[in-house]
Nanobody
Framework: QVQLVESGGGLVQAGGSLRLSCAAS????????MGWFRQAPGKEREFVAA????????SYADSVKGRFTISRDNAKNTVYLQMNSLKPEDTAVYYC?????????????WGQGTQVTVSS
């Protein structure tokens, strides 16, 4: 089993920045991709960004390209999501995810989520 714990969410004004972190523990994460998804009220959960184990493979949703940056520190078993130029439509619960197929949008493990609210 893999446990994922997110942190860094909060309330920010439009145009501001936040950095989310996700610490992983449990079984070895070797070869696991990690990523972020989000779910806004009344909407389905959607893919945001993902990164391969080596960091050589990265994917972003079109809606966040150029504004969000995903990175990971394997020594710390942690993945980050730097979110800049935030918009009200970025408001959602953000979920960390891990698994072999995260880059394909199909993770095996989920965190509990952290709320991000962007005010206009």
């Amino acid at each position: 089993q893999v446990q994922l714990v997110e942190s860094g969410g909060g309330l920010v004004q439009a145009g501001g920045s936040l950095r989310l972190s996700c610490a992983a523990s449990g079984r070895t994460l070797s070869s696991y991709g990690m990523g972020w998804f989000r779910q806004a009220p009344g909407k389905e959960r959607e893919f945001v960004a993902a990164i391969s184990w080596s960091g050589g493979g990265i994917s972003y949703a079109d809606s966040v390209k150029g504004r969000f940056t995903i990175s990971r520190d394997n020594a710390k078993n942690t993945v980050y999501l730097q979110m800049n130029s935030l918009k009200p439509e970025d408001t959602a619960v953000y979920y960390c995810a891990a698994g072999y197929s995260v880059l394909a949008g199909v993770p095996d493990y989920w965190g509990q989520g952290t709320q991000v609210t962007v005010s206009s």
